[in-house]
Nanobody, 124 residues
Framework: QVQLVESGGGSVQAGGSLRVSCATS????????MGWLRQAPGKEREGIAT????????HYADSVKGRFTISRDNAENTVWLQMNSLKPEDTAMYYC?????????????????WGQGTQVTVSS
């Protein structure tokens, strides 16, 4: 059974930092590129960060570039998103997702497996 379980969300003031984690099981983690996506109320889900199977290639949305860092550990089947200099507009539900290739495109529809999400709220 495929499982992606996010944790580490919460509430933080603008300018603060959070690190969200995604523990996975039920599939061969090292054969999947991984991504973090988010969805704010009333908005479409958007891809914000992706990482290739081996962790060598990463890709970020312009809205988070320079502030967020995605990383993974294939031995632990886990992917993280370090979020610094958070802004109120970063408030959203954050999802971890996996796709069965080595592409790092941010398009949500290309992901095969999804977690349930973790809420991040940034106050001004």
């Amino acid at each position: 059974q495929v499982q992606l379980v996010e944790s580490g969300g919460g509430s933080v003031q603008a300018g603060g930092s959070l690190r969200v984690s995604c523990a996975t099981s039920g599939f061969t983690f090292s054969r999947f590129s991984m991504g973090w996506l988010r969805q704010a109320p009333g908005k479409e889900r958007e891809g914000i960060a992706t990482i290739s199977r081996g962790g060598i290639v990463t890709h970020y949305a312009d809205s988070v570039k320079g502030r967020f860092t995605i990383s993974r550990d294939n031995a632990e089947n886990t992917v993280w998103l370090q979020m610094n200099s958070l802004k109120p507009e970063d408030t959203a539900m954050y999802y971890c997702a996996a796709r069965a290739d080595n592409d790092v495109a941010l398009t949500p529809s290309l992901f095969n497996y999804w977690g349930q999400g973790t809420q991040v709220t940034v106050s001004s």
